[in-house]
């Protein structure tokens, strides 16, 4: 899997939240939104590789796992994500939501409506929304 193809499945999944959203299947449209921040960060990671070098160890083990702190602190983006934060009382509201999810809400059948529309709100919101953010790095 390369940069091009996170990229592409964190559309996809995001554009998948939302029609789960407007068919009230929240559970999955909570799950599939966070997939979708995941992905993105991911994406942001592999800017750190480069082609044909052996990748470094540290780098590829904090790598796989779906904790979105963690993967932000791989991708390098701790202190921009504090800088943002500081700038944009919004935006560290969103990633306050954003970052409670888990891939573990895939077993989660009590997921509300509310939280499912929090938490693609915080994601995907123009004007302080995480992913925005995300793309700016990717």
Partial sequence: MNKNDLETLSVLRIK???????????????????????????????KQVKQYDFPDRKLSLDSYTHDLSKLL?????????????????????????????????????SIQKQDAFDLFEAITENQSGVLPWLKSYL
């Fill in 73 to 109: 602190i791989t991708a390098g983006l701790k202190q921009k994500l504090i800088q943002k934060e500081i700038q944009d009382i919004n935006f560290k509201l969103n990633w306050s939501v954003a970052n409670k999810w888990s891939e573990e809400t895939r077993y989660d059948h």
């Fill in 16 to 46: 998948e939240a939302e029609i789960l959203l407007n068919a009230e299947c929240y559970q999955g449209a909570y799950y599939l939104a966070g997939y979708a921040l995941e992905c993105a960060l991911k994406a942001c990671i592999t």
